[in-house]
C-alpha cells in the first residue's frame, strides 16, 4: 500500500535569524547562509520521505520564522493557528494562516492564551501538550476546546529545563518515544517503550518522524546509535545554525496529510 500523501509546510531562514528568541541558550554567531543550506537540504529530505514542499517567502524582519510548527498545528479535521507564547512571534501567524485556510477549517488561539505548537505531541487521538514558558494554561485549555469535538483528548504535560515539550519527547516509531528524562516525567506515557538521550547530547530528543525514517540532528551520534540499536532508520542532518537559534529538526515545518 502506497504511503498517504502529504504536504510539508516550510519556510526560509530569516536573514534576521541572529536576532532570535533565546531561552536557555546563550547567543552564538549564527551563519545564514550555512542555515539557508541546512534548511534547503531539510526541505529535500522532507521531500525525500514523500512530502509535496509548500514554501513560504523567508520574512526580513521576523527572525524565528524558520519554525513555522510553534504558528499551527494540523490535523485532519481542523488547523489551529497558535499565539506565540513570545511576543516577537506572533506575526509570523498570519502568513501561515492565509494558507492552511486553503486546507483546512481554522480556528485561533486568542488572547489571553498563549500556545507554541511545539509543546504539541500528538499520538494517535490523545494530544500532549507542554506547560512550558509559551504554552499557557488558557491557550492549552483553548486548543482542547477546539479539537476535542473531532474525538481529540488534551492532556496538559509540564516540561522543566527546555523550550518546548517536543525538546524533551518525540515520538519516534509506532510506541516508542525519544526522550531527555531530565526534561520531562515519562510517567506520562505509560506502556510506551523509550529511547533516552546519551549523555551530553541533551538536544537530541527532538527528532521528526516521517514515514519509516526519523529525521535527526547529526550532532547527536551516541543517541542516533541508540535509535539504530532500536531499529530505527535515521536519517541525521547537520542542522548546527538551526540549534543555535535554540531550534531543531520538528520546528522547521508543518507535515499533514493532503
Ligand atoms: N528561537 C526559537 C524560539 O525561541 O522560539
Known amino acids: 500500500m502506497s504511503n498517504p500523501a502529504r504536504i510539508a509546510l516550510v519556510r526560509g531562514v530569516s536573514p534576521a535569524m541572529q536576532r532570535c528568541e533565546l531561552t536557555h541558550l546563550a547567543r552564538e554567531p549564527i551563519d545564514v547562509a ?27 524582519d521576523l527572525p524565528d520564522s524558520v519554525f513555522v510548527e510553534d ?8 488547523a489551529v493557528l497558535t499565539r506565540p507564547g513570545a511576543e516577537s512571534r506572533q506575526p509570523e501567524v498570519a502568513s501561515v494562516a492565509r494558507v492552511l485556510e486553503r486546507w483546512r477549517p481554522c480556528v485561533r488561539v486568542e488572547a489571553p492564551g498563549t500556545l507554541d505548537g511545539g ?17 499557557n494554561a488558557e491557550g492549552i485549555r483553548q486548543l482542547a476546546a477546539a479539537i ?32 531527555n528524562d531530565a526534561w520531562v516525567d515519562r510517567s506520562h506515557w505509560p506502556g510506551m517503550r523509550f529511547v533516552s538521550v546519551a549523555p551530553g547530547e541533551p538536544h537530541a530528543a527532538n527528532a521528526l518522524w516521517l514515514g519509516d525514517a526519523v529525521i535527526f540532528p547529526a550532532s547527536a551520534p551516541v543517541t542516533r546509535a541508540r535509535l539504530e540499536e532500536a531499529g530505527l532508520r535515521v536519517i541525521a542532518l547537520d542542522v548546527s545554525e538551526i540549534q543555535k537559534a535554540e531550534g531543531g529538526v520538528t520546528c522547521c515545518s508543518v507535515v499533514f496529510a493532503d
Open 34 to 60: 550555512m542555515a539557508e543550506m541546512q534548511h534547503a537540504r531539510y526541505a529535500q529530505t522532507l521531500v525525500s520521505l514523500g512530502c509535496r514542499l509548500l514554501e513560504l517567502a523567508a520574512e526580513p
Open 71 to 78: 504558528t499551527a498545528g494540523v490535523l485532519d479535521e481542523v
Open 119 to 135: 509543546d504539541v505531541l500528538r499520538i494517535g487521538r490523545d494530544v500532549f501538550v507542554g506547560q512550558s514558558d509559551r504554552s
Open 148 to 179: 476535542a469535538p473531532f474525538g481529540y483528548r488534551t492532556l496538559p504535560v509540564p516540561a522543566r529545563g527546555c523550550l518546548h515539550l517536543k525538546s524533551a519527547v518525540t515520538y519516534v516509531a509506532p510506541d516508542t518515544l525519544l526522550i
